[in-house]
């Protein structure tokens, strides 16, 4: 392959982009790889769908050296399935909608579970059809509210989805170990850091669930390690421990006058101030704050609901959502329409609404807590004593240094990162759904059960470039590089000819060739347009040509050689 700039849609940007977020962002709209069409859709020009390719090409690989087959569903997609397995309503406004010209209703895919489900039924019978794995690359499409930092959240991205077929939990788990060791093939040839950790299956529904994160301090994502033993989860999975029931009786529940402390700060400093319960080493930790928040069910009735978690931790909303979903909560703030509910005094005792609390609120802890009345607290809430939470719920932010859920003796560090990979064990859900049966060797009726595994394409990109790049530009993996070697004719006579006969034969030698031919273009231009794009190699045709001698830089390290340009070819088929 070899692509000359002078002739190619190719144009890079001196300046960083207004609209640019991250690093990813910024660099793939300067070097010339993508541009924005709309808002959380981009265009990807020759370079940039070169590396796409190249992305799609090794998870294609990977999935075939697993045993996966390749189809390739519509993006556009009838409603019934969907509506079948309840996720038309769950979805609720993550969806793109639309109807034809004869009122069809119809969506364009987020993903495709209900169709491969469809697609096994019409055309298996027998257990001698299983196991099976289905994958495709396609694009899939997401209402996003807020699309942000290019590629990374956008609303149209590319997606490979791969569905696996047993007829027994045994062969899911089988199935889901093959997928888990291919995405760690994937991504080690992507040039990805990354670590796996315990997730939640969200609307996928399922019940074993990891995702795979790319280490980046821009990730949406925050997950949380142990050192002492190998627990990894995103913090909307991290399971918080409950805590033995305290010793002794708590004494009475009192009431007292706190005016003016709406705030956990506030109360903690009267509370020590007047000694409340004979006390004057209150901390946030022995309040119990009593959040309210609205919750919105797909296609039902908005529900309030009042969350208690200590006071020393806020309300982490991503996994109030995840503790939620599909439904989704926001937190309430109209306490005029709703006068049993004083804010910045809420307790627990005789709540009128749905109440869930804190793993940590176990029976028999004593809590500082609202009075539910106007400039009032009362101290020795007692739970199972004086009120009794309707469940429990994971909706307080997870902390640097708390105990590790699974060793209890380690301490947990907090990181972030990007979703890169998601795999699920679906169980039964869509093939109860559709009843989707096979004759089993007996003779009698077996319902399959499915796995899901995707990767984000699209999203792969972004994260390789977040990991690989440096200040001068984008350092791409030689794996998924738009070329092997970038050709620079520094300008005088006779180097763009040289420069356009070594890409002649680095083709011919097997390798992928961007040449820089552009006349009237200064050789300063094209050595910083050269580190931006971020080929692994450049070989600059320059001042030393009248030797005999080019110069071979490698991007990454650095390193420059003066290799004589005989030798060019075979310096570069070695590396």
Known sequence: MLLRMSTMLLKTLREDPAEAEVPSHRLLLRAGYIRRAAPGGYTYLPLGKLVLDNVARVVREEMAAAGAQEVSFPALLPRDPYETSGRWTDYGDEIFTLKDRRDTEYLLAPTHEEMFALLVQDLTSSYRDFPMILFQVQTKYRDEARPRAGLLRGREFLMKDAYSFDLTDEGLADAYGVMRVAYQKIFARLGLEHTIV??????????????????????????????KCD????????????????????????????PDTPTI?????????????????????????????????????????????????????????????????????????RPDLVKGYIGPQGSKIRYLADPRVVAGTAWLTGANQPGKHATSVVAGRDFTPDGTIEAAEVRAGDPCPRCSEGELTIRRGIEIGHIFQLGRRYTDAFKLDVLGPDGKPVRPTMGSYGVGVSRAVAAVAEQHHDERGLVWPAEIAPADVHVVAAGKDGQVAAALRL?????????????????????????TDAELIGIPHTVVVGRRLGDGYGELRDRRTGGRDEVLMSDMVA???TV
Request: charged share 20%; aromatic share 4%.
């Open 571 to 573: 310096a570069l088929t």
């Open 265 to 337: 700060a506030s109360l903690v400093a009267l509370a020590n101030e007047r000694a409340l319960d004979g006390r004057t080493d209150w901390t946030a930790a022995d309040t119990l704050k009593n959040v309210v928040v609205t919750v919105h069910h797909p296609g039902g009735e908005p529900e309030l609901l009042a969350i208690g978690v200590p006071g020393d931790r806020e309300i982490d909303l991503k996994r109030l959502d995840a503790a939620l979903a599909p439904a989704t909560a926001e937190l309430f703030d109209d306490f005029a329409s």
């Open 231 to 258: 627990y990894a989860a995103n913090t909307e999975a991290v399971v918080t421990p409950a805590p033995p029931a305290p010793e002794g009786t708590p004494g009475p529940l009192t009431v007292h006058d706190t």
């Open 198 to 227: 315990s997730a939640m299956a969200g609307a996928m529904g399922g019940s074993a669930s990891e995702e795979f994160l790319a280490l980046a301090d821009v990730g949406e994502d925050t997950f949380v390690g142990c050192a």
């Open 503 to 527: 890409a002649g034969e680095l083709v011919a030698a097997g390798l992928r060739v961007l040449v820089d031919d552009r006349p009237g273009v200064s050789a300063g231009v094209k050595f």
